[in-house]
């Protein structure tokens, strides 16, 4: 057992310098965006739109904390607001065309980024490493 514990100690230590140059990045991509607002723009995209109540469910995050995180975004002009066909109460949140450019340049650095972190290592190094992260993302 010793050695799974030493491994899975390295696990968390990786992973927490992962989220670290994770939170870096997204300040690098724009001053007034956090990892967590990055997440939620890119989360609307990959959803088309999406109410602020799905942000939370999503990121397991407070409603006020979201509500403060879609106010930032819109303030940047990142995302737009419109009513919800269903719900004429609620909103649906759309990324705006600044938003999507955004999202697109940086997945265009990310892209960049990873060919050189992983450039030695193989296709199916690679392959099996995207297997990992997503079977550990499955077990949420």
Same mark, same amino acid.
């Given at each position: 057992m010793p050695d799974r514990d030493a491994a899975l100690d390295a696990i968390q230590r990786e992973l927490t !310098?992962?989220?670290?140059? !994770? /939170?870096?990045? =997204?300040?690098q991509m724009h001053p007034d965006l956090s990892l967590v607002t990055y997440s939620m723009l890119d989360l609307v995209k990959e959803r088309g739109s999406c109410r602020a109540a799905d942000l939370a469910a999503h990121f397991m995050l407070d409603k006020s904390t979201v509500s403060r995180q879609v106010n930032a975004l819109e303030k940047l002009g990142l995302i737009t607001r419109e009513p919800?066909? %269903?719900?004429? /109460?609620?909103? #649906?949140l759309?990324?705006? %065309?600044?938003? #999507?450019?955004? #999202? =697109?340049? !940086?997945? %265009? +650095?990310?892209?960049?980024?990873? +060919?050189? /972190?992983?450039?030695?290592?193989?296709?199916?190094?690679? =392959?099996?490493?995207?297997?990992?992260?997503? /079977?550990?993302? =499955?077990?949420?």
């Open positions: !310098a992962f989220a670290r140059r !994770a /939170r870096h990045k =997204a300040a919800d066909p %269903e719900d004429q /109460r609620g909103q #649906l759309r990324p705006s %065309e600044d938003g #999507l450019r955004l #999202l =697109a340049d !940086a997945a %265009e +650095r990310r892209r960049l980024a990873f +060919r050189e /972190r992983f450039t030695d290592w193989t296709d199916d190094d690679i =392959a099996r490493f995207a297997g990992y992260l997503t /079977r550990y993302g =499955a077990g949420d």
